[in-house]
């Protein structure tokens, strides 16, 4: 099995671990001057050495006395890309064909809870949806990075639900940026998987369940822009920088799609899972009044 490395909080405490059998080695007690977050370790470069350094280690805290944050803390940059699998596109039925370049949107932080926290479902709109996708973090920078190259500057992989407010994302003419940030609508982790190979992510079964229920289910060996070209597009115009997250597009199958639309309600059960990866499973619940 691949490293698992999570973020976490713990009365009052942020930190990070491995995850082992029987709980989390907490790193973060131990390497927090050097290495105060998962963040810093990414951009050293050291989450192998830091896998194989505590190799064999007992376990400090049980999995159920943690919390689950975003593997990545304070990334500088989410990145998401939108309409990357070739039966998504067609299911806007206008006519056209998969764009030439990819769509890009961005996200923020606060938008994001852990796994195994709740959705929030705001009270402005009851449409929220879900869409389960591979996400990847950013290990080592650049600024027009050849395609050829692009897998290098991978660091670890883990899985996100990118939850979406629908009728926000239509409330202006060029953007989808409302709908895609109302606070904890989405969830990221639960692992932090370091990247190695081509072959981890090159062609992955990726799955949403629903109640139990499959909604989503592809493979990463369809999409219409690959990993290598989504890193070579987007350094382009920006710089990546270490402990960045692009968010690389969900299959068909989401909510809105159905006839008439099936929007998640508090007590629903989402899962997100993909080979070699995990599962991601969050529950919904309605924002709390203030």
């Known amino acids: 099995m691949r490293p698992r490395f999570l973020s976490f909080s713990r009365q009052g405490r942020h930190g990070y671990g491995l995850a082992v059998a029987g709980g989390v080695i907490d790193l973060s007690a131990r390497h927090a001057a050097r290495w105060p977050s998962l963040r810093a370790v990414v951009e050293d470069g050291a989450l192998v050495a830091l896998a194989e350094d505590n190799a064999g280690r007992a376990p400090d805290l049980p999995l159920d006395d ?27 039925k206008d006519g056209q064909a998969a764009p030439s370049n990819p769509s890009l949107f961005i996200r923020f932080p606060r938008s994001f809870t852990g796994h195994g926290q709740p959705l929030i479902r705001p009270p402005e709109s009851p449409q929220l949806d879900y869409e389960g996708e591979v ?8 600024r027009r990075i050849p395609e050829a190259d ?11 639900n990118e939850g979406t407010i629908r009728d926000w994302v239509r409330h202006a003419k ?5 709908g895609k940030n109302f606070d904890r609508s989405g969830a990221m982790g639960p692992w932090l998987i370091p990247y190695t190979d081509e072959s981890q992510l090159a062609d992955i ?3 949403t369940r629903v109640n139990g229920e499959v909604r989503q289910s592809d493979r990463t060996g369809r ?3 690959s990993f290598r070209r989504i890193i070579g597009y987007v350094s382009t115009f920006t710089t990546l920088v270490p402990g960045d997250v692009i968010v690389t597009g969900t299959p068909t199958g989401a909510g809105a799609r159905f006839d008439p639309p099936v929007w998640l309600k508090p007590g629903d059960v989402v899962e997100v899972e993909a080979e070699g990866i995990g599962v991601l499973r969050n529950t919904i619940a309605d924002e709390a009044a203030s």
């Open 205 to 207: 079964r990726l799955e």
């Open 223 to 225: 999409m219409i822009f």
């Open 150 to 160: 692009a897998l290098d500057h991978i660091a670890a992989v883990s899985l996100c």
């Open 66 to 92: 943690i919390r689950f944050e975003i593997p990545v803390p304070s990334p500088e940059k989410i990145i998401c890309v939108g309409v990357n699998f070739p039966d998504r596109n067609e299911e806007y």
């Open 174 to 178: 060029f953007n989808v940026t409302q």
């Open 135 to 142: 996400v990847i973090f950013i290990g080592k920078g650049g």
